[in-house]
């Protein structure tokens, strides 16, 4: 299993947020002071119109399971134009003024042969609830999120509305996921919203990428790559990756900076070679390095599992020490020992 391979000294830690110095934390008092009642104000508003949309959307649908069957073609279009629109506000809401897009050209094959290639599946770094807002927006994409999120205030019936597929962390719940992709990505283009995945199956501090699960992977069809920053401001100092965050104060925290940064690199289509469509193991690892290599950031073979010791509540931390130990036949395996994370600093954190 990957988290007895990778327990050792001397891994980098994925996970760890960049720190807040104490002329950021003051910054963000003085900014926050003004920003956050406007943008909070802002946030629910647009949330509650979410709210409010989604229930039109699910009017004549199943409550249970909304998502067993593809919206008609009119239906899904009023919908996601709706949903669009306010997933671009709330990144306005949250400091987003202004998203940077980068267009990335492999050269490897010629743009007629790409524009001929419909994917029905998005595949990109997590580094938390933004860039799944972006996706939203710009591609009017569903997602795979955690069974927990159902019952997000708001977030939960708009994810509803928008098909997304709920997983849950056992393992009939992650076989049930898979069962869930394969039928969407076999479908035929267009009938169901556009896919889109976290292949880490969790989220980082954004500047690392870790192993990369293969549920987007195993039909062995063509994906859309994208990678995202969501760079560290050293001057108004609040790292903007939610990675073993509390999300209440993560969000009031983006709220206080005069803005964030998001930089999205779209990646050319990524098409499977026979040896990936067999292997989807060797397909994930392969468009994970090319994001890898776009985004110039490292690779670590690290789980889920792999951050429990920095988890923020007892209830996560326990669950996990479960899901391992029943992988790893009744035993918990040793955590592994973090001795720095990715900006340099000295971790003490080494066991759970």
Known sequence: PVWLQTTTFGITCSFVRHPTSRLGKALMIITGSVLVPLRLVGAIATLSLGWMWANIALIGLDSKDPSAKPYPPTRHR????????????????????????????????????????????????????VELLYLAYAYECCFVSKAENKHLPFMGLISQAMQCIFVERSDGGVNNTSQKIRERLEAEPGVWPMLSLAPEGTTTNGHALIHFHTGAFRPGQPVLPIGVETPFSPLWGYDPSFSCANMTLHIICLMTQPWNRLIVHKLPVYIPSKAEKADAQLYANNVRQEIADTLKFEVFELQWCHKLMFETTAKKRALGEKILTEKNNGVLPPAPVFTHDVFGNVLSTTAL
């Open 78 to 129: 009023v919908i996601f134009i709706g949903f669009r629109i306010l997933a671009r506000i709330l990144l306005f809401c949250y400091g987003y003024v202004w998203i940077q897009t980068v267009d990335v050209d492999d050269g490897k094959k010629s743009t007629e042969e790409k524009e001929k290639v419909i994917p029905k599946v998005v595949v990109c770094n997590h580094t938390g609830f």
